[in-house]
C-alpha cells in the first residue's frame, strides 16, 4: 500500500502549515490526481490561408484535485480541523503543496484553493466531513526522490 503525504508550506518553504498524511492525524486524503496540462497558444491567422499557425506555446496553470476527509471524536473537533485545514490552505494568496507518494515529492506553487465540503449522514454518524478541493497551481513541480 503506498504512502501519500500532502504538505501545505510558507510561500518561502521557511515552515509547514499543516500535513495531511492518515486518519491519526485527523485528515486522510480519500482522492487524488496529477494537474491538467494545457497549453497556452499563441497563433496566427492568414484571410487567404485556411485555418491558424501556432508560433509559440507555454504550459498554462493547472489544477490539482483531491478530496481530504478531516476525522475527529466529536462534531466540534471535526469543525475546528476543518477550518484549520481552510486556514493552512487559503490564508495567504498563495503557498506550496508538497504531495509525496512513496518517497516522491512533487511540490508546486500554489494559490487559494475553491473548496466545495458536505456533511452526509453518513458522515454524521462516523463524525467526519469530506472536503473537494480544486488547487490552482502553477506547472513544471520540482521534483525530488526520484
Same mark, same amino acid.
Request: hydrophobic share 55%; no cysteine; proline share 0%.
Given at each position: 500500500m503506498s504512502t501519500i503525504t500532502?504538505?501545505?508550506q510558507e510561500p518561502d518553504a521557511s515552515a509547514t502549515r499543516m500535513t495531511v498524511q492518515d486518519s491519526?492525524?485527523?485528515? @486522510?486524503i480519500v482522492t487524488t490526481g496529477e494537474p491538467d496540462m494545457t497549453y497556452r497558444h499563441q497563433t496566427v491567422t492568414s484571410p487567404?490561408?485556411?485555418g491558424q499557425f501556432i508560433t509559440q506555446s507555454a504550459k498554462d496553470a493547472g489544477r490539482l484535485g483531491m478530496r481530504i476527509r478531516v476525522y475527529g471524536s466529536t462534531r466540534q473537533q471535526v469543525e475546528q480541523r476543518?477550518? @484549520?485545514l481552510m486556514n493552512a490552505l487559503n490564508s495567504t494568496h498563495s503557498c506550496?503543496?508538497?504531495y509525496t507518494v512513496d518517497g516522491i515529492a512533487r511540490t508546486w506553487k500554489?494559490?487559494?484553493s475553491d473548496v466545495v465540503s458536505s456533511i452526509d449522514s453518513d458522515a454524521i454518524v462516523m463524525v467526519t466531513r469530506d472536503v473537494t478541493l480544486s488547487i490552482p497551481v502553477l506547472p513544471n513541480p520540482?521534483?525530488?526522490?526520484?
Open positions: 500532502l504538505a501545505i491519526s492525524t485527523g485528515y @486522510a487567404v490561408v485556411d476543518y477550518i @484549520a506550496l503543496i508538497v500554489a494559490y487559494r520540482t521534483v525530488t526522490g526520484v
